[in-house]
């Protein structure tokens, strides 16, 4: 699998390249840095002038992003894999996309803030955008990822299912991890009038159904080496999925971006654009 790291010297971008230790051996690492040059802001600036000045401040950024690539390089794992480094100009977000869609890269890892964490919360952060339109799997770190013993790994349906499947036989993580296999259940009851004991008995049937779709999965991932737990609730998923994280002391979460079909990543109310903008634990996107 090959790696796409975007970098922009935050804290919690520092924080992407520590977590390269807790991931196999990739090969290929690409590690970018996007320059997003401010036009001058003057209207009545003569265009030579403006120019000129936006030249200027483009090679003084490109001198200190050419730095930090070289400090990333310096923080890297030894084993981390070939390394090749990107030092591009653009919308920061736009540029991770259109770079890990034409390296093909498996997985993009990023902080979830970085340098003007007021004007992302106004415009939409860079990690929101890449999540959304960024393809493979996103690594995107709101803080340290101390260690990755456990995995929360909430499942919506069978789609979720393969596309998690997928991307864990490839056994991404440097140790396998024991996953927490997860699924939230509505609180639901027939639109026919029914006594409480007759409403429990259908939730605890829908929960053990629930618990039967866990185990299968489960089984597949102990043949790859994963230690599993299965755990179905009811209530609604962002809640559901934080009280089972810090239940099960949770290092990452592992979670779908998006339904059976495309057009639900644009639902901004989706369980992991929630998550992301929750900011409790870091967070694993795959699909």
């Known amino acids: 699998m090959k790696f796409l790291l975007a970098v922009d010297g935050s804290d919690n971008s520092y924080e992407a390249v520590r977590s390269l230790k807790y991931l196999a051996r990739t090969e290929a690492l690409h590690i970018l840095h996007v320059l997003d040059v401010p036009q001058p802001a003057y209207p009545f600036m003569m265009p030579e002038v403006a120019q000129e000045m936006y030249q200027t401040v483009e090679r003084n950024m490109r001198d200190d992003g050419a730095r930090l690539l070289d400090r990333i390089v310096s923080l890297l794992p030894l084993d ?26 498996g997985l993009i890892l990023l902080g979830s803030r970085g340098l003007g964490p007021i004007k992302e919360r106004l415009v939409g952060s860079v990690s929101h955008r890449v999540l959304t339109f960024g ?80 185990e299968e999965i489960a ?58 903008h929750q900011g409790a634990y870091p967070l694993m996107v795959f699909g």
């Open 80 to 105: 981390a894999g070939p390394v090749t480094k990107h030092l591009v100009v653009g919308p920061p977000a736009d540029q991770i996309v259109a770079l890990a869609e034409q390296l093909k890269v």
């Open 135 to 214: 393809t493979g799997a996103k690594l995107i770190l709101p803080g340290p990822l101390k260690t990755l013993r456990h995995i929360l790994l909430p499942l919506q349906g069978s789609y979720d299912a393969e596309q998690a499947l997928a991307l864990l036989q490839q056994k991404p993580f440097r140790d396998p991890p024991t996953i927490t296999l997860f699924t939230v259940l509505p609180h639901t009851r027939p639109p026919w009038p029914v006594d409480a004991v007759s409403a429990e008995h259908m939730e605890t049937h829908s929960l053990n159904r629930g618990k039967d779709f866990l």
């Open 219 to 276: 089984t597949k991932l102990r043949q790859c080496g994963y230690q599993t737990r299965v755990s179905a609730k009811l209530g609604t998923p962002v809640d559901a999925i934080l009280e089972e994280a810090g239940t099960a002391n949770t290092d990452l979460i592992l979670v779908g971006s998006r339904g059976r079909r495309g057009v639900t990543r644009m639902v901004l109310g989706s369980v992991s654009h929630a998550l992301l």
